[in-house]
């Protein structure tokens, strides 16, 4: 049997589906699983032992269609359920099944503030699309293998080597940062020596975080690379970090997580940290909150309480244990 599963985007996204794709191969091991994606995201199942094959969406939707008939599909799993995974479905006419998004119900969560998605984690929902093929979860975490060997001493200061805490201060969206003064003040209190971890987007926002605090934090934002920023938080004792990619890759380690939210909310998109033993959210209960689901470049209402507010004593108290 040869079986294609899709999830073109994002990088969280693309994480959840690792279990996924472990489970059919494993549980189905005469099965042939090949996978795609976009380029941008071809990172995440580098090296994935469980995939026989990693296409790349194409830059035409009709490329794509051509090399998915090349290749002779028993069967579709669709984990994006988009307009264009159903017109790869209809087109190629391969039997499917497809991740369900629940929209109308995140609209209406989002618009009025009701709870009516049910806390089912993304990767329970995605596994409910490859149940048809006798696909039960195996309960266990989310998979990322690091490309190459790194070592400690050629990524960090002496002062940092021997422990550390990561920080993952970037996010695609402001609504998902920290403001710097917060972080300055966590930072401080923390027991253990700092790593910032980001991309150049947030590299100033890490180095007047360092003028703050001293030689205790070092600012790696911008200066390692995706798959050695993966590499350090594979090593660190604790991780706090946002909504983002690096936060969820670093799932795939069970390290203790502090995972922050602000405008956003772990229920609505079902990205909780996932199967990691030690977890604190770190988030706060507000009548304007979520005001998006992925994330906005401001504050609808200019007071950004949904950071500022957060209670700093509970990170730093579940940090420094």
């Avoid at 079986?3 to 969280?12: A, K």
């Avoid at 094959?53 to 669709?78: M, S």
């Avoid at 009548?287 to 950071?307: I, N, Q, V, W």
Wanted: proline share 5%; glycine share 6%; charged share 25%.
């Amino acid at each position: 049997m040869k079986i294609l599963v899709i999830r073109f985007s994002s990088m969280g996204d693309i994480i959840y589906t690792t279990p996924v794709v472990r489970c059919l191969k494993k549980q189905l091991p005469d099965a042939e699983v090949h996978f795609i994606t976009k380029p941008a995201f071809k990172y995440i199942y580098d090296n994935n032992p469980y995939v026989d094959k990693l296409l790349l969406l194409k830059p035409t939707l009709k490329e794509t269609i051509q090399d998915i008939r090349a290749e002779g599909y028993d069967y579709i799993v669709d984990l994006h359920n988009n307009l264009r995974t159903a017109l790869i479905k209809l087109r190629t006419r391969v039997p499917s099944s497809t991740y369900h998004k629940q929209t109308i119900l995140k609209w209406l969560s989002l618009k009025f503030k009701w709870k009516l998605v049910p806390p089912v984690h993304l990767v329970d929902r995605y596994m409910k699309a490859a149940e048809v093929l006798g696909v039960k979860n195996d309960g266990q975490p989310i998979d990322y293998y690091i490309k190459a060997q790194h070592q400690l001493n050629t990524l960090l200061p002496a002062t940092h080597q021997s422990g550390f805490v990561a920080f993952v201060i970037g996010a695609t969206h402001f609504t998902k940062r920290m403001p710097n003064d917060k972080i300055i003040s966590i930072c401080k209190e923390i027991n253990l020596p700092v790593v910032l971890l980001g991309g150049n987007d947030v590299k100033a926002n890490g180095d007047e975080i360092i003028a703050a605090t001293g030689e205790k934090v070092y600012n790696a934002c911008g200066i390692t690379t995706l798959d050695e920023s993966v590499f350090l938080v594979s090593k660190a004792q604790k991780i706090i970090g946002f909504d983002t990619g690096l936060t969820h890759i670093a799932e795939a380690f069970d390290r203790p997580i502090v995972s922050v939210w602000g405008g956003t909310v772990p229920e609505l998109l079902g990205v909780q940290p996932y199967k990691v033993k030690d977890v604190l959210i770190a988030d706060i209960e507000l009548e304007c909150r979520p005001c998006s689901k992925f994330g906005l470049a401001a504050c609808p209402l200019g007071h950004f309480k949904c950071m500022r507010d957060i209670d700093e004593n509970q990170i730093k108290q579940f940090v420094n244990s």
